[in-house]
């Protein structure tokens, strides 16, 4: 029997890695990259108008919802 990488055993293990010292230090290690913060920046650029648009739909609906409910 395969054991594949969606396994929930495997998920879990990688979940207790990520969350031990050593997982820890790595992320904080890979963050520190040249091509992971231009990656980050560009998801940054390209998604900003996208999040305020949708927390000023948010913003409208909650808005009329108190004036409705006031």
Known sequence: MAIYADCKSKKEARKRWRQSEKGKAWDKAYAQ???VKAKKHDYYV?????WYKENDLLNTQNT???KNGA
């Open 33 to 35: 990259r040249d091509y």
């Open 46 to 50: 390209n998604n900003k108008m996208k």
């Open 64 to 66: 009329i919802g108190f």
